[in-house]
């Protein structure tokens, strides 16, 4: 058993992991998200956290060895217990970033490369660092409010993700008051116009794969009416070609048919009246 003591702002924490703990996490991390071990305990206290605007958080981070396997199956209860991270908005901060990285298959890699390109434009806002997005505010003529998103835990994937982030969240994390109306709208269209695109392309990828997915099964289930049809069929002819149908007509087996009635006429059953009709036609063509 190993014990790690932290201490934060006059606040204690023990976490205890155990040898056995450990390697079933390893086992669970290998199995549903095998890059996760990539991402070691440095980088997540001190770039990831500080990309999506939470460095406040790096030393418990960073003193609990939290990890890329650790956020793999990191909850909100884990955060409050052990992490000191209290607050919802700051949990989801959180949670939302680490679905970002589930998105990428947790490959910083992707990861960096996009925040690269989205670095040239304001697109692709899905992984905006907290950077970013006080870069986007300051664009749209807000630069008075926007060091109010420093360190507030608002980044690309909480706005984009998070379908209860409105335009007056972010009045809010911006401190922009009730009372500036025209602030507000202003806000709002800017936000709409950036975060719509962006959750519509989420919708139609999730659509796209379960339609893929939809069309995957009928194909298979074609396939194998198919193959039941073929197969059927084949034993109906070789039933029917067992069939004995040369037996005799005695046999219960054998659907007896009635044979076709020839009826023979006979001159001896014609009337005589129709045998004089006949004669009159002969003697009057001759």
């Not at 700051?90 to 989205?118: N, Y």
């Not at 109306?181 to 709002?188: G, M």
Request: hydrophobic share 35%.
């Amino acid at each position: 058993m190993r014990n790690i003591k932290v201490v934060d702002n006059s606040c204690m924490m023990k976490y205890n992991c155990t040898a056995e703990n450990h390697t079933n996490l390893e086992i669970l991390s290998s199995s549903t998200c095998p890059k996760c071990s990539l991402l070691d305990h440095t980088w997540i206290a001190h770039k990831w956290l500080h990309d999506i605007g939470l460095p406040q958080f790096s030393p418990l981070f960073e003193s609990n060895l939290v990890d890329g396997r650790m956020l793999c199956s990191l909850s909100r209860k884990d955060m409050e217990k052990h992490l000191n991270v209290h607050g919802k908005f700051h949990q989801s901060s959180i949670l939302h970033g680490v679905q970002l990285l589930r998105r990428l298959g947790f490959d910083k890699e992707v990861l960096t490369e996009r925040r690269h390109k989205a670095d040239t434009s304001f697109t692709d806002p899905l992984v905006w660092t907290n950077q970013r997005v006080i870069e986007w505010v300051q664009s749209i003529d807000l630069e008075e409010y926007a060091d109010k998103l420093r360190d507030s835990g608002v980044h690309g994937a909480l706005i984009v993700l998070e379908p209860t982030f409105t335009a007056d969240t972010l009045a809010t994390c911006l401190s922009v008051p009730h009372s500036k109306r025209y602030v507000r709208r202003h806000l709002q269209t800017e936000l709409e116009s950036l975060v719509k695109p962006a959750r519509e392309e989420i919708v139609l990828k999730r659509s796209g794969q379960k339609d893929s997915l939809t069309v995957s099964q009928s194909k298979s289930r074609m396939t194998l009416r198919g193959s039941l049809g073929r197969a059927f069929g084949k034993k109906v002819k070789e039933e029917l070609n067992k069939q004995p149908w040369d037996m005799e007509l005695d046999s219960p087996k054998v659907k007896r048919t009635s044979a076709p009635i020839v009826v023979e006429s006979n001159d001896d059953d014609i009337p005589d009246q129709i045998k004089e009709l006949d004669e009159a036609i002969k003697q009057a063509s001759s």
